[in-house]
């Protein structure tokens, strides 16, 4: 990903802040199976974010899939001779950025342009495919299903969990759809906030233009990323 010094979020809290709160990214792979299927593939899937010692500097995705998309398809057939590679991208809070939000320059010189606002993260690693109809592959689902239901009804102030299905439709579910773990081995965060603009009035003007037109969380997201470049270029 192209990340420009001042767009650049290197802190590890915040890049999996953002993972959590979004949970939904973008599993990218490029893989050759036996069908015609085009190589490139691209799914939108809700992840699991799992971190400790044993899980590396960034941690551990999981997800599930349909085994029936043609992605799941591909990666059965890679994992066969491999772990193969893949590029999870999450974005979070995004928008776009009028020319009238940048109070100093609009009226001095007119010389804007509008840009567009927006927090990313993405994950680099080696996919393990869960797919045998196993109990190894039972375990996988249900522990990933679990963590990611419990985290996603606490956020939505709701008490439902995977024990409240019956066996029965668990037994029928289950055998549709894999598992994914991808260990990330690289990861990076850009945080496109107008940080460009964080030495002249123009800043203000946008921090204070999106909470003014009912945008609080690109306004905040905007004031945090200015002081947190500001904070790091104070340690140089």
């Known amino acids: 990903m ?39 593939q691209a799914n939108y899937i809700p992840f699991t974010l799992v971190t400790g010692p044993e899980h590396g500097e ?19 057939h890679a994992s066969k001779s491999g772990d193969p590679d893949a590029l999870v991208a999450f974005t979070h809070t995004q928008a776009y950025v009028p020319p009238k939000y940048y109070v100093e320059t609009k009226p001095s010189t007119g010389d804007v342009v509008p840009t567009w606002n927006f927090a990313s993260v ?17 375990a996988f689902l249900m522990d990933q299903l679990n963590q990611l239901v419990d985290e996603q009804e606490a956020l939505a102030g709701s008490k439902w969990k995977v024990s409240d ?24 965060g850009k945080f496109k906030m107008s940080q460009e603009k964080m030495g002249c009035g123009d800043k203000d003007g946008v921090i204070e233009g999106f909470a003014k037109d009912g945008n609080q969380e ?7 990323a200015c002081e947190r470049r500001a904070e ?4 140089r």
């Open 2 to 40: 192209y990340i420009p010094p001042y767009y650049n979020e290197p802190d590890l809290e915040v890049q999996q802040k953002l993972i959590k709160a979004e949970a939904l990214g973008t599993l990218i792979t490029h893989l050759q199976d036996d069908t015609a299927t085009l190589p490139l």
């Open 58 to 76: 960034y941690g551990t995705l999981r997800a599930h899939m349909h085994r029936i998309n043609p992605q799941a398809k591909q990666l059965i």
């Open 122 to 138: 993405q994950c680099y690693g080696k996919v393990k495919v869960f797919y045998e109809k196993d109990e190894t592959t039972r």
């Open 165 to 188: 299905a019956s066996d029965s439709h668990l037994e029928k579910l289950l055998p549709k759809i894999i598992g994914i773990e991808i260990k990330i081995t690289k990861q990076e």
């Open 218 to 224: 690109m306004s905040d997201c905007v004031k945090h």
């Open 232 to 235: 790091r270029l104070a340690k």
